[in-house]
Structures are given as structure tokens and as C-alpha cells.
């Protein structure tokens, strides 16, 4: 059974930093790429960020250029989304999620989609 735990989203104030840890089981981790999705307050859906899970490729969406960080432990079987400079605008339930185990999978994440979806984590920026 597919499980994806997210964890370490909070309060923090604009400018501030948190570091997102989404723990994986019952798959085989190594082998799939990986996301990040966020949903704010009355807005669809969207990816924020991917990896793959050959060479640890990375994508990000542009608003989180330069200030977000995805990686992943494949010893630990988690995948992290750091997050820097957050802005009040970064404020949503943020979503880890496993990708297609195919060559189309970065296709599926740029349209929402993914196979199985974590929870969700609140991350709320205000000061």
C-alpha cells in the first residue's frame, strides 16, 4: 500500500524558511519521479516542483525559482522541499506526490497530475 506522509509545514513569517519531508513506503521509491503540488485558498491546484529519479533532475515552477529546493534520500526513502525568502503569497496546503512510472511522467506533472498523493501539509506565511 502506497503511503506518503508529509510533515514540517507551519506558521512562519515572510522572508523565513521551512524545510517540507515527505516519507514514502510501500513502492519502490528509487525508481519514480517525485513532486511537490500546493493548493492556496480558493486556487486550483499546481505543481511546484519535480525530481527524477535517475539522474535527481529538478524543474521548479517560475515563483519558486531561486528561493525552493527539492532533493531526495533514497536511503531514507523521503523526498524534502526546502523552501527560502517565503512569501505571503507561497501560503497552501502542500502536497507531495508520486509521479507515472513511465517516460511520460513530466507531461503528467505540468497538467496537475500524479498517481497517488500524500495528505498534505499547511504552510502559512504571515507576519
Known amino acids: 500500500q502506497v503511503q506518503l506522509v508529509e510533515s514540517g509545514g507551519g506558521l512562519v513569517q515572510p522572508g523565513g524558511s521551512l524545510r517540507l519531508s515527505c516519507a514514502a513506503s510501500?513502492?519502490?521509491?528509487?525508481?519514480?519521479?517525485m513532486a511537490w503540488f500546493r493548493q492556496a485558498p480558493g486556487k486550483e491546484r499546481e505543481g511546484v516542483s519535480c525530481?527524477?529519479?535517475?539522474?535527481?533532475?529538478?524543474y521548479y515552477v517560475d515563483s519558486v525559482k531561486g528561493r525552493f529546493t527539492i532533493s531526495r534520500d533514497k536511503a531514507k526513502n523521503t523526498v524534502y522541499l526546502q523552501m527560502n525568502n517565503l512569501k505571503p503569497e507561497d501560503t497552501a496546503v502542500y502536497y507531495c506526490?508520486?509521479?507515472?512510472?513511465?517516460?511520460?511522467?513530466?507531461?503528467?506533472?505540468?497538467?496537475?497530475?500524479?498517481?497517488?498523493w500524500g495528505k498534505g501539509t499547511l504552510v502559512t506565511v504571515s507576519s
Open positions: 510501500g513502492f519502490a521509491f528509487s525508481f519514480y519521479a
Open positions: 506526490a508520486t509521479l507515472p512510472l513511465d517516460s511520460n511522467w513530466f507531461n503528467t506533472f505540468l497538467d496537475g497530475g500524479a498517481d497517488y
Open positions: 525530481i527524477s529519479p535517475e539522474d535527481e533532475s529538478t
